[in-house]
């Protein structure tokens, strides 16, 4: 019995060793192993279906598996860590969401990667309409009208804030309307939208994918959107710009990066694949589901845009006084 | 009320389609074997799983996906009572008395009751969501911080409850579950607590190793020391059925764990889970002889199990009528929604009134579908428990740590597993129970998280669970609670002191 079970472990050494060395001399044209697409957050989740609309597609066009594994946790930190540090040859990406590419290091003091220098940006692929909500009981029909009444009230009025991103969104709004109101965190949009609808706090800032629903049952009222031009799924809603606060934007996107160093070819070739993708009907439309215009930039525009979105949130948290995290 | 039927009528139809109870049968027989497995659970499931939904029609995927959370509940219950070993959260009670019943040779009762309570409070529950679905949803919308605070509070009283020890040993438990569920971050500032600089506890610990470990890996670990007296399981195996004495014990049971996890479901973030908790402590304080909890009850095995079913299918109240998730799993049913195109919210009943009866009406298909999987089943559990044990302990062990690693992809969930197993068979040692450190475990973080919010909210004024009537009233049950819990212990004491 034992004798077979040696016989049994030496061979599937063997066999093991034999598939490494010959794997090692395959080391050529890209891609010829699967490729993994790391995103950093619980599945079930809006990046979920963009990455896995995006891996079935590339699956065909590259002719190689493109895999989404899903690693949570640190708000996103664990899974753009792993990526920062992976072997820069087009094998691991990672799904970036503007929280944990930029907003995570800008608001915590030890992060572990840098959204500048560790990666290799690809292409931006969405932008998500963020809208400002009320409770419907609050006596406001615009934007102007509820700086009024928070300026009438300082301190009294409460604003939920679904995530870091639309934390620092309202912190914004604070500062540039020169309002007072009070931050109340909770984690994700189902728990601040229950929030919204009870009455327990009366502004929020989310996305348009979590409040469309609630804003078409008249659970909630929407202000404005915080995009440069009105949103095409709710054109009779004034932007920020429009409502007496000129300049004022804010969304969330998602795009792909590469560890730090990847070839320029592997980059240029991901990234044609990939704004390919982006602009077929299909893709167009499930993507439009979730709230999503696409966008497709270049590494360069997207690198550009990372380093800009950087900038601005920092300043935020350091004109909000917003304290940063150890 | 003609209304109701009519559009009962339209959800039948449409979940009687063959090809839908198709998919309802692969759900729960999925949520089955996802419930049976130690680890995996049915919100991991559901996640792998919603890719797959792209393509197909709507109501298909939501009927497929609500099969597995609500299948999930029948087979945790499984591991529960044959192994202690809780396959989801909400299924930890049925550990402390299925699982004793199932030493005494009563596996099969224990899991017959288990199935029929779950089969009668799904029923039960669907019903009410049919009934009373916008109603409740609103009353549900009236609990807010403080409420939920008081609940919380009413929770962990009732885990001192659970214990069937010493009182102070019990404390001693749900006080250091609570200091391991504030390892993570602060939920205000962010700032890091207790993780010693490792990643993956950024997030805490999760529930699944600690569960594992302390009622699982003990269990086994204790068994060891038994040396081949472990065959007792089998030799003393009388019936697979629960006897006439059996139903007439459990049927109240049954009907309070259904009231109590009907009404605990609908309130998003953690009502569901605390069904179960509350109805053992339910179960215990109106029994005549408290001191058989622990040993072998039925009561507490029906009362909890029929608890965790209602608040499964409860909990899609909140979902259904309001938009709204109550927890990870309706959240993940959003996303399937909003693939398919279409918008969670209030207008769903009426402008895809096929999808809302023809969810409904597959609810009570599942149900129906899962006992009659579930019950024969248990034939088959039972011969797996006269699997000699030193082959079957290597199995739940390998199981139990597949389980535990496939949730976060993390080794470190596997190592926690194995340092909470080495703690639980000290415990043991120690006659400390652990079902009470994993009930403050998971409230603490949530009662801190509503507290903060609640001060935040009162801007700093503690009165405000006082003076809101909701609040008021669950602070007082807790309040009333206490006393009982306490005033036995204080007799027994001035009478020792009369004595002497």
Redesign the interface.
């Known amino acids: 019995m034992k004798k077979i079970i040696f016989c049994f472990a030496g061979l599937v050494l063997f066999c093991m060793g034999l598939v490494f060395t010959v794997s090692s001399v395959f080391a050529q044209s890209y891609p010829n192993k699967p490729i993994r697409i790391i995103v950093p957050l ?5 990046n ?2 963009r990455a ?1 609309l995006i891996a079935e597609k590339l699956t065909e066009s590259l002719g190689q598996q493109v895999l ?8 996103g ?2 899974g753009a ?1 792993m990526v920062a540090k992976a072997a820069p040859d087009g094998y691991t990406l990672l799904l970036g969401p503007n929280g944990v590419v930029v907003i995570v290091p800008a ?2 003091k030890k992060v ?1 990667y840098d959204p500048v220098k560790d990666f290799a940006p690809i292409t931006q692929l969405t932008s998500s309409v963020v809208t400002l909500l009320v409770n419907p009981s609050l006596p406001v029909k615009s934007v102007k009208e509820l700086v009024a009444l928070a300026k009438s009230k300082p ?1 009294q009025l ?1 604003y939920a804030s679904p995530a ?1 991103v639309h934390h620092l969104t309202t912190e914004m709004f604070k500062l540039m309307a020169g309002v007072d109101i ?7 949009s ?2 601040s ?3 919204l ?2 009455g ?2 009366s502004i929020m800032f989310d996305t348009s ?1 979590s409040t ?3 804003i ?2 008249g ?1 909630a009222r929407v202000l404005a959107v915080c995009s440069a031009k009105r949103s095409p799924t709710m054109p009779d809603v004034p932007t920020m710009s429009e409502s007496g606060l000129p300049g004022f934007e804010a969304n969330t996107w998602a795009g792909v990066l590469a560890p730090a160093g990847t070839p320029k070819e592997i980059v240029k070739r991901l990234n044609t694949e990939i704004v390919k993708i982006l602009h077929m009907p299909s893709v167009k439309e ?1 993507l439009s ?2 709230g999503d215009e696409i966008v497709g930039s270049t590494p360069e525009e997207f690198a550009v845009y990372i380093k800009a979105e950087l900038e601005r949130y920092t300043k935020v948290i350091k004109d909000a006084s917003i ?1 940063r ?2 | 009320m003609v209304d109701i039927l009519s559009n009962l009528i339209l959800g039948f139809s449409v979940a009687l389609k063959p090809m839908y109870l198709l998919y309802c049968f692969v759900g729960v027989v999925l949520g089955t074997l996802v419930g049976v497995l130690p680890g995996i659970g049915a919100l ?1 499931t ?3 799983l ?2 797959f939904t ?1 393509n197909l029609p709507p109501v298909a995927s939501l009927i497929m996906l609500a099969g597995i959370y609500y299948g999930a509940q029948y087979g945790g219950s499984t591991t529960s009572i044959l192994v202690n070993i809780p396959g989801e959260a909400t299924t930890v009670i049925t550990c402390l008395d299925g699982y004793q019943m199932a030493r005494q040779g009563r596996a099969g009762p224990a899991l017959g009751i288990a199935a029929l309570g779950s089969f009668f409070a799904g029923c039960v529950a669907t019903l009410i969501i049919v009934l009373f679905g916008p109603p409740l949803a609103e009353v549900a ?2 609990f ?2 403080a409420e939920y605070f008081s609940l919380m509070v009413l929770g962990l009283i009732g885990a001192v409850v659970l214990a069937s020890g010493s009182l102070l040993k019990a404390i001693a438990m749900v006080f250091l579950g609570l200091l391991f569920g504030l390892v993570g971050t602060d ?6 607590r207790f993780n010693f600089g490792i ?2 506890l ?2 805490g610990i999760g529930f699944v190793p600690p569960a594992i470990g302390l009622f699982g890996f003990a269990e086994i670990i204790a068994n060891m020391e038994l040396k081949g007296k472990i065959e007792v399981f089998t030799a003393k195996v009388q019936r697979l059925m629960p006897t006439r004495a059996d139903l007439k014990a459990s049927w109240k049971a049954v009907l309070r764990g259904t009231a109590v996890g009907s009404l605990l479901g609908i309130l ?2 953690g009502g569901a889970l605390l069904s179960s908790f509350v109805s053992y402590t339910v179960e215990k304080k109106v029994a005549r002889d408290p001191s058989r909890f622990g040993k072998g009850a039925i009561e507490g095995v029906a009362g909890p199990e029929s608890a965790n079913n209602a608040g499964a299918q409860t909990s899609f109240i ?1 979902l259904l009528t ?4 109550g927890n ?1 799993v ?3 049913l ?3 929604m ?2 398919q ?1 279409v ?5 769903v009943m009426i402008e895809r009134p096929e999808l809302f009866w023809g969810l409904i009406a597959s609810m009570w298909i599942g149900n129906m579908m899962l006992v009659v999987l579930n019950l024969p089943l248990i034939g088959i559990w039972i011969r797996l428990l006269t699997v000699p044990y030193r082959l079957l302990f290597p199995a739940i062990l390998l199981f139990c740590c597949i389980g535990t690693y496939s949730i ?2 993390s080794t470190i969930d596997v190592i926690m597993a194995a340092g909470f197993g080495l703690l639980g068979y000290f415990f043991r040692k120690l006659d400390c129970e652990p079902a009470p450190l994993v009930l403050g475990f998971i409230l603490g973080p949530m009662m801190e ?1 509503n507290l903060r ?1 609640a001060m ?2 009162s ?1 700093g004024d503690p009165t405000v669970f006082f003076t809101r009537p909701i609040s008021l009233g669950v602070l007082t049950a807790a309040a009333i609670l206490l006393l009982l819990t306490i005033a036995p212990v204080v007799r027994h004491k001035r009478e020792t002191v009369f004595k002497e």
């Open positions: 619980t599945a079930g989740g809006p979920d279906i896995r989404v594994e899903n690693k949570p946790g640190a708000d930190a664990i860590e608001l915590y572990r301190g409460n870091a009070v931050h109340i965190p909770y984690k994700g189902a728990p939208m229950t929030a609808i009870s327990e706090v994918l469309m629903p609630h078409k049952a659970k499930r589901s979730v304290p995290i150890e | 991991a559901i996640a792998m919603l890719p792209f919308l009236k807010q911080q939920v205000y500032t962010g700032a890091a990643s993956e950024f997030d998003p973030g909140p309001l938009g709204i998730p990870a309706m959240a993940l959003v996303g399937a909003m693939i195109g918008a969670p919210g209030p207008r976060n992809n998280e919010r935040l909210l801007r």
